[in-house]
């Protein structure tokens, strides 16, 4: 859409060359991807509706001193964010049981865990994002044992703070995916939140009737993705009329 150069195409996301140095472009497409990009459509309007959410969970996350990378929205579909070096990791929080977790351990699907357990997994599409522990990635450098601390800590406030958001407007927070960056000051660098926190890296379910709200109604043919998301947004008091 711009003369801007392209950093980095993702499945769901373009990274453009910011206006200013330490800073770049996120692009939100349409695109939905799932099972490792092996199913693929076009949602007309998710990059629409994903650039708000996320402008605005990431921006109440700063309000409670989760530091990430965005900085504000410019239009539609187009967030200006801070430039970080990503952790090669996805950082999973899960309340409930659903997804992997269910089909690895043989649980229930909507079974409450004990308690919140946060995984780690290998940002890699050709190995289709093997799940790791601290062990592997401390030993081959994706993160150093002081960044990973830091990772499980805010990813767990953001775990506290998203769930009762969710709440309160009768979402139950099933589970999620974060990504971090680094950002460097000098000789010190720190972790930030990253990438989109949206209905794509979410389980979101009706408290009431547990229907899914989230991209599982994309991976499992439910129907309706478009209005799930649109009806999240809706219920967070954002986009109170369509684009
Ligand atoms: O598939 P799984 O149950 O491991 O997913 C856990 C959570 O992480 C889900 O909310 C899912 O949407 C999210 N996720 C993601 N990107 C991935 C893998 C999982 O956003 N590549």
């Not at 990009?37 to 990059?47: D, H, M, P, R, V």
């Not at 239009?75 to 999973?92: F, G, M, S, T, W």
């Not at 269910?102 to 190995?127: C, H, M, N, V, W």
């Not at 547990?210 to 008091?237: C, M, P, Q």
Request: proline content about 3%.
């Amino acid at each position: 859409t711009t003369r801007r150069k392209k950093i980095y195409e993702g499945k769901a996301k373009i990274l453009y060359e910011g206006p200013e140095p330490g800073t770049l472009i996120q692009y939100f497409k349409d695109d939905a991807t799932a099972f490792n990009a092996q199913k693929k459509a076009i949602l007309e309007g998710k990059g629409v509706i994903n650039n708000r959410i996320s402008e605005y969970i990431m921006t109440r996350l700063n309000g409670i001193g989760v530091q990430n990378h965005f900085i504000r929205r410019l239009n539609l579909r187009e967030q200006l964010i801070k430039e970080v070096e990503i952790v090669p990791l996805e950082v999973v929080v899960r309340n409930i049981a659903a997804g992997s977790i269910a089909t690895r351990l043989g649980l229930t699907e909507g079974q409450p865990l004990p308690r919140s357990i946060i995984e780690f997994y290998y940002k890699d599409d050709k190995l289709g994002d093997p799940m790791v522990t601290e062990e592997h990635i401390t030993a081959f450098n994706w993160a150093a044992t002081q960044e990973i601390d830091d990772m499980m800590a805010m990813a767990l406030r953001v775990n506290d703070y998203l769930s009762g958001l969710f709440a309160g407007v009768g979402i139950t927070l099933v589970d999620f995916k974060v990504e971090f960056g680094r950002v460097y000051e000098g000789d010190f660098s720190r972790v930030i939140l990253a990438d989109e926190i949206s209905p794509d890296s979410c389980r979101l379910w009706d408290t009431v009737t547990n229907e899914k709200l989230d991209k599982d109604r994309f991976r499992r043919d439910l129907g309706n993705v478009i209005e799930s998301y649109t009806e999240v947004a809706r219920r967070l008091g954002i986009m109170k009329e369509m684009p």
